[in-house]
C-alpha cells in the first residue's frame, strides 16, 4: 500500500510541477479544453470567432513551451521570465488578431499553422542541446518516450472511466451521454499533455531532485532497445530493399511512377531520420550498421523520388502536397550527404535544418501557397492562350476548345477556388462562379474527366425549369428502361382516349437501343421510333456531361398518318465501353396526338 501511495504521491507532484513549471502553456491547454466543453455544451458548431480562438489556443500552448525552455537554457532570459512570457502572449495574441479577419478557416491558414507549430517543436528539441550542454539524442529520447507514455496512459484512463460510466448508467442511475465527451475532452485536451509535460525534467538544473529526475528520463528502457535494434531497424532495411527494386523496375523499363512514390518515399524518410536518432545512442550490431548505411541509402532513393516529383511538377505544376513533398526530398538528400560525410557527434543540426526549411516554406514569396498559385495561375493561362480563349489579359469564349483543355481549365479553377485565390487573376471577372459562368465566359461548361481510363461515359439532363409546349397533344405518360433490366420483355401503360384503347410501348432491344411505340387495341403498330439514334447524336455534341438542356434539345418528334408522338426525355446516361457494362438508360415523358 505504502508504494501505491508513494507513485500516486509522486504522479500528483509531476502534475504540479509542470503546472507551476509551464503557466503559459497549461494556461492554454485549460482555454481550449473549456471550448471543447463549450461545444459539447451547446450541441452545434461552434462559431467562426470560437474557432479562431481555439487556433490561437494551440498555438500558444507551444509558444509557451519554447518560452520555458529559452528560460531554463539562457542565463539572460532565466532573470526576465516575465517578460518572457508576456512576449508569449503578444505573440499569442498577434496570431489571433492576424486570422480574425479571415472569412474562414481555409487550407492556407491551417497549413500556415500546423508549419509553423512543427518548427516551434523542432526549436523545442533544439534549444536544451544548445552549445552542446545537452545531448540532443537524449533530449529527443526523453521527449519520445514522454509523448508514447502519455499517450498509453492517457487511452487506459480513457477506457477505464468510460467502462465506470457505463456501469454506473447501467446498473445504478442513468447518465448524461455528454459526460462521455466532457470526460474524454478533459483527458486528451488537458490531462495527456500535462501528463507529458510532467515527464520532461529540466535539463539544465543543477538541482539534486532535477539531476535524479534527469538522470531516470534519459535511461534507455531495454524494451525500447529491442523495439528499435531488432524489429524496426530490419524492418525499415527491408522496406529500402523493396524500394531500390522498384528503383531497378524503373531503370530497366523506363517506366516512372505517376505520384505514388513521393508519399511512400516520404514517410519512409521520416521515419528513417527518426529512427536515425534514436539508434544513435546504442552500441549494438544492429544500430551501428544502420547509423553507417541509412544516410547513403537515403540518398538514391529521395533522389528517384525527386524525378519522380519532377515529372509531376512538369505536367501538372505546383501545388502544396507536391510544394512539400520536394521540399522534403530536399531536406532528406542535405541530411543524408551530412550524415554520410560527418562522424557520428551530436544529431541537434537535423531539428535546426528541419525548422530553417519549415519557416521557409511559409515566409512569401517563396512559400508554398504564393509558389503554388503562381504557378496554377500561369499554367491556366498557357493554356488558354493555346486554345486562342486568352489574348492580350481578354477573354474570348470559345465552344470548340480541346477536351483536354476544358478539364484542365476546370481542374485548375476549381484548385483556385478552393485556396481562395481566384481573386489574383486578373482577367477573370468580378465574382467569377465556376458552376454559373463558366459557359458565358469561356465557351464550355465545367468539364470533368473520366473517373477511369476504361470507361467512356455521356450524360444530358433536362432544364426543368424552363416551360414545355404541350398543344397538338391529347395526354402525356411517363417511361423509364434500364439497360441492366434482368430480361428485354416489353413495358405497357394502357390508356383511353375519345373512347378507344391504345397502349404504350417500351421494348428494350439491347443494352443501347430501346423502341417506344404505340398500339391500338387490336395490337397493330400506329406510330413508334427507336431512341438509341437521337442519344447518339446527343452524345456527338459538346461536353461529356450536359445539365440543365433546354426542352428543344432533349425532344424526339415522329408524325406518321395523323398520329403525332413527342418524346421529352429528362435524363440520358450511356456507357460506350467496355462490356458488358455498354449501354444507355433513359427516361422520359411521351406525348401522344391523334389529328
Request: hydrophobic fraction near 50%.
Amino acid at each position: 500500500m505504502k508504494n501505491w501511495q508513494e507513485v500516486f504521491k509522486l504522479f500528483l507532484q509531476g502534475l504540479y510541477k509542470a503546472v507551476s513549471r509551464f503557466p503559459f502553456t497549461v494556461f492554454c491547454l485549460a482555454g481550449a479544453t473549456g471550448i471543447v466543453w463549450y461545444t459539447i455544451y451547446i450541441e452545434f458548431n461552434p462559431t467562426l470567432y470560437i474557432n479562431k480562438v481555439a487556433y490561437a489556443l494551440a498555438v500558444g500552448a507551444f509558444i509557451g513551451m519554447l518560452a520555458q525552455f529559452s528560460i531554463e537554457r539562457f542565463e539572460k532570459l532565466a532573470h526576465k521570465p516575465i517578460a518572457v512570457y508576456a512576449l508569449s502572449l503578444v505573440l499569442t495574441a498577434g496570431y489571433f488578431l492576424i486570422i480574425l479577419p479571415a472569412p474562414e478557416l481555409s487550407a492556407e491558414i491551417t497549413v500556415r499553422t500546423f508549419v509553423a507549430v512543427f518548427a516551434m517543436l523542432c526549436a523545442i528539441l533544439w534549444v536544451p542541446s544548445f552549445k552542446g550542454e545537452t545531448n540532443f539524442d537524449k533530449v529527443a529520447l526523453i521527449h519520445f518516450k514522454g509523448f508514447f507514455t502519455s499517450i498509453l496512459y492517457s487511452a487506459v484512463l480513457s477506457a477505464g472511466i468510460a467502462a465506470i460510466l457505463a456501469a454506473v448508467d447501467m446498473l445504478l442511475f442513468d447518465i448524461n451521454n455528454d459526460a462521455y465527451a466532457y470526460t474524454m475532452a478533459f483527458i486528451w485536451v488537458m490531462f495527456a499533455p500535462l501528463y507529458y509535460l510532467s515527464l520532461l525534467p529540466k535539463f539544465h538544473s543543477r538541482e539534486e531532485y532535477d539531476f535524479d529526475a534527469m538522470q531516470r528520463a534519459e535511461y534507455y528502457p531495454r524494451f525500447l532497445e529491442i523495439l528499435v535494434s531488432y524489429i524496426l531497424v530490419p524492418l525499415v532495411g527491408i522496406y529500402s530493399l523493396v524500394l531500390f527494386a522498384y528503383f531497378i523496375k524503373i531503370l530497366l523499363t523506363m517506366k516512372w511512377p505517376v505520384g505514388q512514390l513521393g508519399p511512400m518515399v516520404l514517410i519512409y524518410s521520416a521515419v528513417g531520420i527518426i529512427l536515425f536518432i534514436l539508434v544513435s545512442l546504442l552500441e549494438n550490431r544492429f544500430a551501428l550498421l544502420y547509423r553507417k548505411m541509412f544516410p547513403k541509402i537515403l540518398i538514391p532513393i529521395v533522389i528517384m523520388q525527386m524525378i519522380s516529383v519532377g515529372i509531376r511538377l512538369n505536367a501538372y505544376g505546383i501545388t502544396e502536397s507536391r510544394y512539400y513533398v520536394a521540399l522534403f526530398g530536399v531536406f532528406s538528400i542535405v541530411i543524408g550527404l551530412i550524415l554520410s560525410l560527418k562522424p557520428l557527434t551530436k544529431n541537434g543540426f537535423i531539428a535546426l535544418l528541419a525548422a530553417g526549411f519549415a519557416i521557409v516554406s511559409i515566409l512569401p514569396p517563396v512559400d508554398a501557397f504564393t509558389v503554388s498559385r503562381v504557378s496554377q495561375i500561369t499554367r491556366l493561362e498557357g493554356i488558354l492562350q493555346g486554345e486562342g480563349i486568352l489574348a492580350d489579359g481578354k477573354l474570348t469564349p470559345k465552344v470548340n476548345a480541346s477536351e483536354n483543355a476544358k478539364i484542365e481549365t476546370t481542374n485548375i479553377l476549381n484548385y483556385l477556388n478552393r485556396q481562395s485565390s481566384l481573386e489574383y487573376i486578373e482577367w477573370l471577372p468580378e465574382d467569377f462562379a465556376i458552376y454559373d459562368d463558366m459557359r458565358e465566359t469561356f465557351g464550355f461548361a465545367a468539364t470533368y474527366p473520366n473517373y477511369t481510363n476504361e470507361y467512356r461515359y455521356f450524360s444530358a439532363f433536362l432544364d426543368t425549369r424552363v416551360p414545355i409546349n404541350i398543344s397538338d397533344y391529347d395526354i402525356s405518360l411517363q417511361f423509364h428502361s434500364n439497360r441492366y433490366e434482368k430480361d428485354m420483355t416489353s413495358q405497357t401503360v394502357s390508356f383511353m382516349l375519345e373512347e378507344k384503347t391504345y397502349e404504350l410501348v417500351v421494348e428494350r432491344l439491347s443494352q443501347a437501343e430501346v423502341k417506344l411505340s404505340i398500339q391500338d387495341a387490336t395490337g397493330s403498330e400506329l406510330i413508334s421510333t427507336g431512341l438509341y439514334e437521337f442519344a447518339e447524336r446527343l452524345s456527338e455534341v459538346g461536353e461529356k456531361h450536359k445539365s440543365e438542356l433546354s426542352p428543344d434539345e432533349m425532344t424526339l418528334e415522329v408524325n406518321r398518318d395523323g398520329y403525332k408522338l413527342k418524346i421529352l426525355f429528362q435524363s440520358i446516361n450511356m456507357t460506350f465501353e467496355p462490356e458488358p457494362d455498354a449501354g444507355v438508360d433513359y427516361s422520359g415523358q411521351v406525348f401522344f396526338g391523334v389529328k
